[in-house]
């Protein structure tokens, strides 16, 4: 009785999609959030008679055989990186990037890492860093007095000092693409690290070509359709009842067999 366990694999790859579709709903104000969607296969087929075989010593060909599909398995998990909206906040330190590319954030470690969440602050020092206290890339320092931070579109930082009138730059941000930003790990608080998958990244300033340029006081919200997930949702329940009903009729079957006399 095959179908007890293509029915299992069905359910499976529907819980899954359920868990993705769950996470997107859970993260539908996590700040440069990008949607997830599960992808699923279909496993190995089991040949009762292969398509092309001999079907006599004559050489007839078999037109069409017998393969029956033994259920289905999830290939991947796959990240939406469209844009997200910006929304403005009022905070100088908020930066949202409007296009390709990611802030760069150095770890504890020293790794480099990478983030869509530009929601920024200042440490102890006057370093620019994350929510977490990392430090964004490469460092930048706001003088002490600063009355003012500007960051322009293509990420140079200026501060204006207390009795000065004109501004003086303290760093430019780079940012970071990646030939395939799907193939990023995540780590969590909104960061991800490089893979194989994902490419080497390619670090330039905001606005060049194959860059998207900062926008300082906005940062961006997540990508996630609440409407189209909810959609997603019912159809994953759906989806997953019937192949409960498939186990249940098998199950039925199973009890007529052992039923004859």
Request: hydrophobic share 40%.
């Amino acid at each position: 009785m095959r179908a007890l366990d293509i029915a299992a694999t069905g359910m499976q790859a529907q819980q899954t999609n359920v868990e993705v579709i769950s996470n997107n709903i859970a993260n539908m104000t996590t700040n440069g959030y990008k949607r997830r969607r599960a992808e699923f296969q279909d496993l190995v087929y089991q040949n009762l008679r292969r398509v092309g075989s001999n079907s006599s010593d004559a050489g007839q060909v078999l037109p069409s055989g017998a393969q029956v599909g033994l259920g289905v398995k999830t290939a991947a998990i796959y990240t939406i990186n469209d844009q997200g909206n910006l929304q403005q906040t009022g905070n100088s330190l908020d930066m949202a990037i409007q296009g390709n590319g990611f802030f760069q954030v150095t770890l504890p470690s020293g790794e480099l890492a990478y983030t869509r969440d530009g929601s920024f602050g200042l440490s102890p020092q006057g370093q620019i860093v994350t929510a977490d206290g990392y430090v964004v890339s490469p460092g930048i320092t706001i003088p002490q007095g600063a009355t003012t931070v500007t960051v322009n579109a293509s990420g140079q930082v200026q501060a204006t000092l207390s009795g000065q009138l004109a501004p003086q730059v303290v760093g430019q941000l780079q940012l970071a693409a990646f030939p395939n930003p799907a193939g990023l790990d995540a780590q969590g608080n909104n960061l991800f690290i490089a893979t194989i998958a994902s490419g080497t990244p390619v670090v330039a300033t905001a606005g060049s070509p194959g860059m998207g340029t900062v926008q300082q006081g906005f940062v961006e919200t997540s990508n996630v359709n609440v409407v189209s997930e909810i959609t997603d949702l019912i159809t994953a329940q759906r989806a997953y009842e019937m192949n409960s009903k498939v186990i249940t009729a098998g199950d039925q079957m199973l009890s007529t067999l052992t039923n004859l006399r």
